[in-house]
Antibody, heavy 133, light 103 residues
């Protein structure tokens, strides 16, 4: 059974960067489509981006282009998300999640539905990032 | 961009009663909708994928239906542990959630 364990809470000042990690156990990271979703306090779920292992391509939500970087280290089965130029609105719980299903993340985000399915499962426990001066 | 909406925002239900939650997509998404349950301080948990397929370990009182643009999550007889927020999802888009609380 795949499990995702994330790094601990972070407190950062506006303008700084933060890097959150997510370690995968129970399956090979190289075969997984890892994504990141965040949740601002009292708010809903917002997708930041993800990695497609077949295309070896990372895709980011347009809102975060230029500020977010997702990387992986297959030697430790760990994925990372780094968000730069932090502002108070970035205060949120950040979750790593696995994209499952037959729909390809890259083509779906680019607007092409192929009639398949996708869902996010499992989720990491979440990492609180608090941006405060 | 496909936008997911949910109604109602809050649903007050008594234990043992049926709860019906709605999710609408701004354009057709076939059967590609998933549902999640989230309790305070916890990560979301997958309940349903493909509009009606229950995830492993999910009780039979949870059922999903719909296709195209209209989807429904039904909880047939609410248990105390079912009071939570429920989200629908298509692709990378999530609905704003429906909070099910105790009447």
């Amino acid at each position: 059974q795949v499990q995702l364990v994330q790094s601990g809470a972070e407190v950062e000042k506006p303008g700084a960067s933060v890097k959150v990690s997510c370690r995968v156990s129970g399956y090979s990271l190289s075969k997984l489509s890892m994504h990141w979703v965040r949740q601002s306090p009292g708010k809903g779920l917002e997708w930041l981006g993800g990695f497609d292992p077949e295309d070896r391509e990372t895709i980011y939500a347009q809102k975060f282009q230029g500020r977010v970087t997702m990387t992986e280290d297959t030697s430790t089965d760990t994925v990372y998300i780094e968000l730069s130029s932090l502002r108070s609105e970035d205060t949120a719980v950040y979750y790593c999640v696995i994209w499952e299903g037959s729909e390809d993340a890259i083509t779906l985000v680019r607007g092409v539905q192929t009639g398949g399915y996708n869902w996010f499962d499992p989720w990491g426990q979440g990492t609180l990032v608090n941006v405060s001066s | 961009e496909i936008v997911m909406t949910q109604s109602p925002a809050t649903l007050s239900v008594s234990p043992g009663e049926r709860a019906t939650l709605s999710c609408r997509a701004s354009q057709s998404v076939g059967n590609n909708v998933a549902w999640y349950q989230q309790k305070p301080g916890q990560a979301p948990r997958l309940l349903i994928w493909g509009a009606f397929t229950r995830a492993p370990g999910i009780p039979a009182r949870f059922s999903g239906s719909g296709s195209g643009t209209e989807f429904t999550l039904t909880i047939s007889s609410l248990q105390s542990e079912d009071f939570a927020v429920y989200y629908c999802q298509w692709g990378v888009s999530f609905g704003p959630g429906t909070k099910v609380d105790i009447k």
